[in-house]
């Protein structure tokens, strides 16, 4: 499943341009030739073209304080004296006290430390590798004024209305394309205009219901805007879990400074879903994500559980007579809204891209239908291009009768003949960005910043726009304002873009919401690693979270009441609690099965491999045979292995050496390292359903066997049969911790049913087969080969309590079998399912009944028929009942993923359920 290829709708949350830094500590910004030049202002100090570093060595947490050299002042930016920080910085401090000034250093390390138990992660895929590192969280906020808001506000919604009236205009009358006020290549051209949507009116009229925009401010205090994300704009989640995280850091300032909170706009977005879903109030809500792999996952796990609303992925939904539906355990439900974090060409593989599996077939026909709201609507992405830039202005005079209240840099589309030969000479001087970066041609490079390339390198950029000049925009390099960020024991100053939500209350207005805030991470000598590569919007490597940038918290001051607007849902009635359940995803029901499974089988694999080294030395024929065909099973050797039974002491050190070797190989079909992975991995896809605990401990069990067994295999010459088992056995110990937590740590609902029915399922097919490979090959008349049997069932010193020194074949199998006490046994294995089974389809007893009638009923079988021996010595009635149990789990797996995950009967026929 591609999750990584089609998610990268905000590929590294890439913030604003930023021009390229000369020597170390250098401030200087490239200037080349444009109607803005930009400089560069402090929040710090709040003066703009403050030069050089400000770092602060002084003892007891003081920071140095240095004098910014003058230059225009923007709107009610108050220009402190020689030496002082900003006004708004000696609030902060003053509000904090001088103890909270000397408690810096602990400060941050407790966010760093909040940020690690809250699993808040950031996955990276920079430079080809993948990495999931901590979300990288600076501890002091930006602050913003309340007057220097509400301009912010109101160029941020004029931007929203904008953007809305566009895309009704580009897929419905397209008067802008007619009348030239769009050029039709940049619109037709974009791989992202989505011809299936043009004529497609949502159903409340409006296309958008969220947007991000990118600030930085310019050398005169006025912000300017650096890019939009439309289509499907990341960072909710992490807002709030920096608010959540930084505002307990500083909760004196928080308070008397006033910051206004965030849970209004969030309440606004949500109601103006609901007010234009199809069925209101009364609507299912759902987020939908690509998935576990995608570089933001937690940030919509945690929006999802603020919001109250269903985390989905493209296999949890179906439609089904043109209405949108969830997949839950116990049938289909109805989704009204859905909140997409997936790009637009992948959401509907029936019309869009057909190689998606992160989308839904048939969505865009249910849009058609009115019959699911999905925000923001399909088709958003052509106007996230750079080349539009430039036409904006325009744009605005004609949908909105309004000047822009917001500038944006200055960009040229290179598509036009006269701009690019007006330009060419001069390539040195801005940033070289690809029109259209899901084309076939600019997809493969990332923007650059012209003035770090070479000159040969230049050349051979100015012959690639020469044969396609529509395919490249070029974008004049911006040096935001710098954020004062904690850095071992002083204050540092970093390059800072302001992101800013715009969301619809439903009712034709934006309602605005404070950003997260991007901030430059530069290496030792104050420089970006590679000069020469610039994010989406123009900005130095530095500057983009993919690369090492860091974010923080805005706290936006408000002059009048703080909104306290609280998410928190009404009351609920006792009677509402009757019959409640918690709603759970096929998908999360099918990896909750699994993760009952994988975790038996690594159980299992586990077992076999330390009874098959244990018994090489001393062990009968009949038992390293019976063992051999065990590991082949299990996948734990290869075919080719030969058996350690036969005569010859270097086929048993094949066995031994080939049995280690795969222990770790997490490529091997069926090795331990595999099932751990396997296990690790359905784990990742259930966090928001697995205690703290239990996902640690399964990350632990990974990580800690690859590393043991790692050191050993690094032996030479030879790894040590007792190191090699030192390590199994604190791999067995380390997963019955895992066991414990799952049988003692999780709700008992029907997502837990299915997590025991997994493993009951893998523990009844492998110890049937066990159990028949032994007597077929006459294990109990043998001491090994009976102790073999009690070891493989986990049942040895239960037995010894039971029969002691008895080695006998019918307390053996009342045990093995028929006990209904011992939770190793058939009987209790097959009527545990039973039961949970049940209750797990109470709903549908018809069903619970066909399924619980194809388990067998050990419990119910003669002792005496299955110890009865034919003439020829064997007991043919207790094998023939044992392989009828291996083929009654392979039936019940089968019947339980399809009516529990597909929701399919046996009669249809589907090529996209």
């Keep these: 499943m591609p999750e990584a290829v089609g998610s990268g709708h905000d590929r590294g949350m890439q913030t604003s341009p930023s021009a390229a830094r000369g020597r170390p500590g250098c401030c200087e910004a490239v200037r080349p030739r444009q109607r803005w030049r930009p400089g560069i202002s402090t929040d710090w100090r709040g003066v703009p073209g403050a030069g050089g570093a400000c770092r602060g060595g002084g003892g007891r947490g003081t920071a140095r304080r240095h004098a910014g050299s003058g230059g225009a002042q923007g709107p009610e930016r108050e220009r402190p004296g020689p030496g002082r920080t900003a006004p708004l910085w000696q609030h902060f401090f003053e509000a904090t006290g001088r103890d909270g000034w000397l408690d810096l250093?602990?400060?941050?390390?407790?966010?760093?430390?909040?940020?690690?138990?809250?699993?808040?992660?950031?996955?990276?895929?920079?430079?080809?590798?993948?990495?999931?590192?901590?979300?990288?969280?600076?501890?002091?906020?930006?602050?913003?004024?309340?007057?220097?808001?509400?301009?912010?506000?109101?160029?941020?919604?004029?931007?929203?209305?904008?953007?809305?009236?566009?895309?009704?205009?580009?897929?419905?009358?397209?008067?802008?394309?007619?009348?030239?006020?769009?050029?039709?290549?940049?619109?037709?051209?974009?791989?992202?205009?989505?011809?299936?949507?043009?004529?497609?009116?949502?159903?409340?009229?409006?296309?958008?219901?969220?947007?991000?925009?990118?600030?930085?401010?310019g050398p005169d205090g006025h912000w300017w805007l650096v890019g939009h994300r439309i289509q499907a704009p990341s960072g909710l989640g992490y807002l709030l879990e920096n608010r959540l995280i930084i505002s307990q850091q500083f909760?004196?300032?928080?308070?008397?400074?006033?910051?206004?909170?965030?849970?209004?706009?969030?309440?606004?977005?949500?109601?103006?879903?609901?007010?234009?879903?199809?069925?209101?109030?009364?609507?299912?809500?759902?987020?939908?994500?690509?998935?576990?792999?995608?570089?933001?996952?937690?940030?919509?796990?945690?929006?999802?559980?603020?919001?109250?609303?269903?985390?989905?992925?493209?296999?949890?939904?179906?439609?089904?007579?043109?209405?949108?539906?969830?997949?839950?355990?116990?049938?289909?439900?109805?989704?009204?809204?859905?909140?997409?974090?997936?790009?637009?060409?992948?959401?509907?593989?029936?019309?869009?891209?057909?190689?998606?599996?992160?989308?839904?077939?048939?969505?865009?026909?249910?849009?058609?239908?009115?019959?699911?709201?999905?925000?923001?609507?399909?088709?958003?992405?052509?106007?996230?291009?750079?080349?539009?830039?430039?036409?904006?202005?325009?744009?605005?005079?004609?949908?909105?009768?309004?000047?822009?209240?917001?500038?944006?840099?200055?960009?040229?589309?290179?598509?036009?003949?006269?701009?690019?030969?007006?330009?060419r000479q001069r390539l040195q001087d801005y940033v070289i960005m690809p029109t259209f970066s899901a084309g076939t041609v600019t997809q493969s490079f990332e923007p650059v910043l012209a003035a770090g390339l070479g000159r040969e390198a230049l050349r051979a950029w100015t012959a690639r726009i020469d044969a396609d000049p529509a395919a490249h925009t070029l974008l004049s390099p911006v040096r935001p304002s710098e954020q004062p960020i904690w850095r071992e024991g002083h204050i540092d100053l970093r390059p800072v873009v302001l992101r800013v939500f715009a969301m619809s209350d439903g009712a034709g207005a934006g309602v605005c919401c404070r950003g997260i805030d991007p901030v430059a991470r530069r290496g030792a000598d104050g420089r970006p690693e590679n000069p020469t590569r610039a994010n989406a919007r123009g900005a130095d490597a530095y500057l983009c979270m993919q690369r090492g940038s860091a974010s923080t918290d805005t706290w936006v001051l408000?002059?009048?009441?703080?909104?306290?607007?609280?998410?928190l849902p009404r009351p609920l009635a006792p009677e509402e609690l009757a019959g409640w359940h918690r709603i759970i995803t096929s998908r999360s029901a099918e990896n909750l099965f699994w993760l009952g499974r994988y975790t038996e089988r690594a159980e299992n694999s586990l077992r076999i491999a330390r009874l098959a080294l244990e018994a090489l030395p001393m062990s009968s024929e009949k038992v390293l045979e019976v063992l051999h065909g065990l590991a082949l099973r299990h996948g734990l050797i290869d075919a080719g292995v030969p058996s350690p039974a036969r005569p010859s002491a270097q086929a048993a050190r094949l066995f031994e050496r080939a049995l280690i070797r795969a222990l770790g190989?997490?490529?091997?079909?069926?090795?331990?390292?595999?099932?751990?992975?396997?296990?690790?991995?359905?784990?990742?896809?259930?966090?928001?359903?697995?205690?703290?605990?239990?996902?640690?401990?399964?990350?632990?069990?990974?990580?800690?066997?690859?590393?043991?067994?790692?050191?050993?295999?690094?032996?030479?010459?030879?790894?040590?049969?007792?190191?090699?088992?030192?390590?199994?056995?604190?791999?067995?110990?380390?997963?019955?911790?895992?066991?414990?937590?799952?049988?003692?740590?999780?709700?008992?609902?029907?997502?837990?049913?299915?997590?025991?029915?997994?493993?009951?399922?893998?523990?009844?097919?492998?110890?049937?087969?066990?159990?028949?490979?032994?007597?077929?090959?006459?294990?109990?008349?043998?001491?090994?080969?009976?102790?073999?049997?009690?070891?493989?069932?986990?049942?040895?010193?239960?037995?010894?309590?039971?029969?002691?020194?008895?080695?006998?074949?019918?307390?053996?199998?009342?045990?093995?079998?028929?006990?209904?006490?011992?939770?190793?046994?058939?009987?209790?294995?097959?009527?545990?399912?039973?039961?949970?089974?049940?209750?797990?389809?109470?709903?549908?007893?018809?069903?619970?009944?066909?399924?619980?009638?194809?388990?067998?009923?050990?419990?119910?079988?003669?002792?005496?028929?299955?110890?009865?021996?034919?003439?020829?010595?064997?007991?043919?009635r207790l094998v023939d009942s044992l392989r009828a149990c291996e083929e009654a789990t392979r039936r019940v797996s089968d019947e339980v993923s399809r009516h529990l995950f597909s929701h399919v009967r046996a009669d249809e026929h589907s090529v996209w359920q």
């Excluded at 205009?193 to 401010?217: F, Q, S, T």
């Excluded at 879903?277 to 299912?284: I, L, T, V, Y």
């Excluded at 239908?369 to 750079?386: C, D, H, Q, R, Y």
């Design 558 to 567: 408000t002059e009048g009441e703080v909104d306290r607007t609280s998410l």
């Design 105 to 217: 250093g602990a400060r941050q390390v407790r966010v760093q430390r909040r940020v690690r138990e809250d699993g808040a992660t950031y996955n990276v895929y920079a430079d080809g590798r993948e990495a999931v590192r901590p979300w990288p969280l600076e501890m002091l906020p930006l602050l913003i004024g309340a007057q220097e808001w509400q301009r912010i506000e109101a160029g941020v919604q004029q931007r929203a209305r904008l953007m809305d009236a566009t895309l009704a205009d580009v897929y419905g009358a397209q008067t802008l394309i007619r009348d030239g006020l769009l050029p039709p290549s940049l619109v037709y051209g974009h791989p992202q205009y989505l011809r299936p949507m043009h004529g497609v009116r949502p159903i409340d009229g409006a296309w958008l219901h969220l947007i991000a925009v990118d600030l930085a401010r």
């Design 665 to 876: 190989d997490a490529d091997g079909a069926c090795s331990v390292a595999f099932n751990l992975r396997a296990l690790r991995q359905c784990a990742q896809a259930l966090r928001e359903r697995l205690s703290t605990e239990h996902w640690s401990l399964i990350v632990e069990l990974e990580q800690q066997f690859a590393a043991q067994l790692g050191s050993v295999m690094a032996l030479e010459g030879h790894e040590p049969l007792s190191d090699v088992l030192l390590v199994l056995n604190r791999a067995a110990t380390h997963l019955a911790a895992i066991t414990g937590a799952q049988t003692d740590r999780m709700t008992r609902d029907d997502g837990w049913r299915l997590l025991s029915v997994g493993r009951q399922l893998e523990r009844l097919g492998m110890l049937a087969h066990a159990l028949a490979e032994g007597f077929e090959a006459g294990l109990p008349a043998h001491d090994d080969g009976f102790a073999l049997l009690l070891g493989l069932f986990d049942s040895t010193i239960t037995y010894r309590a039971h029969f002691q020194a008895r080695r006998e074949v019918p307390p053996l199998l009342h045990l093995l079998v028929l006990d209904t006490d011992n939770p190793r046994s058939l009987a209790w294995v097959s009527r545990t399912m039973r039961e949970r089974l049940r209750k797990l389809a109470r709903h549908d007893p018809p069903w619970a009944e066909l399924v619980s009638a194809l388990l067998p009923r050990p419990d119910h079988w003669s002792l005496a028929e299955l110890t009865r021996l034919d003439e020829q010595g064997h007991a043919k």
């Design 251 to 423: 909760p004196e300032a928080f308070r008397e400074m006033k910051v206004q909170r965030i849970a209004g706009a969030f309440r606004s977005l949500m109601e103006g879903l609901l007010r234009a879903s199809p069925a209101g109030e009364r609507s299912r809500v759902a987020l939908l994500t690509p998935g576990p792999h995608n570089e933001t996952y937690f940030e919509h796990v945690f929006l999802a559980r603020y919001l109250g609303i269903t985390l989905v992925e493209g296999s949890d939904l179906t439609v089904r007579g043109q209405r949108l539906y969830l997949k839950t355990l116990h049938g289909l439900e109805r989704v009204h809204v859905l909140l997409r974090r997936v790009d637009d060409e992948w959401l509907d593989p029936l019309e869009l891209r057909s190689d998606s599996a992160l989308g839904v077939p048939g969505l865009l026909q249910a849009m058609r239908a009115g019959e699911v709201l999905v925000a923001n609507a399909p088709g958003a992405g052509v106007l996230e291009s750079p080349g539009l830039h430039a036409f904006w202005p325009g744009v605005a005079e004609r949908l909105l009768g309004e000047k822009l209240l917001l500038p944006a840099t200055t960009s040229w589309w290179c598509g036009e003949d006269s701009v690019w030969a007006a330009h």
